[in-house]
């Protein structure tokens, strides 16, 4: 029994496909890279998505158990599906660039450092990134929260002052005052 595997974006578009699997190792590398700077005044926090704000992308992999020929089979068949998903350098297949580019063993270490350390710049931008967004995104939320408390004392100094007169007005209208 094999199985089909398609693997999908968040707008549904196939990233890859592969029919009649039974077993293998696969790799798929992605172009979409979403790089919003938070110096952008014209960005709308209230419309956001994860990979536009937070260079994050979603996939969706969809194994589908092929049945036999024979459909009398198919009620005692069983199969275990392991999936391990790499991302980044750590997915990277280090033992075929050694011998693509005949490196020792501690060119290879250091190769691999300097990948990982590559990387871990790259999230380190991505977080200062998110930091200043959410930064931003909380000082204006500060100046909306000051500004409606302000406006809401405001308001209801003045329906004070009028329910003040009015009341006035009214019991000296009835000549109680």
């Known amino acids: 029994m094999s199985i089909d595997l398609t693997i999908r974006d968040e707008k549904k578009h196939t990233v890859w496909s ?10 798929f590398v992605t172009s979409d890279h979403v790089d919003h700077h938070p110096d952008d005044d014209d960005y709308d926090y209230d419309d956001y998505s994860d990979a536009e704000t937070w260079g994050t992308h979603k996939y969706e992999f969809c194994f589908v158990a092929r049945s036999p020929a024979n459909p009398q089979d198919s009620h005692h068949l069983r199969r275990r599906v392991s999936l391990k998903l790499l991302s980044g ?7 075929e ?14 190769r691999q450092m300097g990948d990982e350390l590559q990387e ?26 000051v500004s409606y408390s302000i406006a809401s004392c405001g308001f209801m100094i003045a329906v004070g002052m009028y329910q ?10 009835k000549k109680l005052v």
């Open 164 to 173: 003040a007169y009015y009341l006035r007005n009214f019991f000296r209208k």
């Open 89 to 95: 350098e750590s997915a990277r297949d280090y033992t």
């Open 18 to 27: 592969k029919t009649a699997v039974d077993h293998g190792k696969f790799n």
């Open 120 to 145: 871990l710049l790259t999230e380190l931008d991505v977080v200062k990134n998110r930091e200043a967004q959410l930064r931003d995104l909380n000082e204006r939320t500060h100046s909306t929260v």
């Open 97 to 110: 660039l050694a011998k693509e580019e005949h490196l020792s063993r501690l060119e290879l270490t250091l």
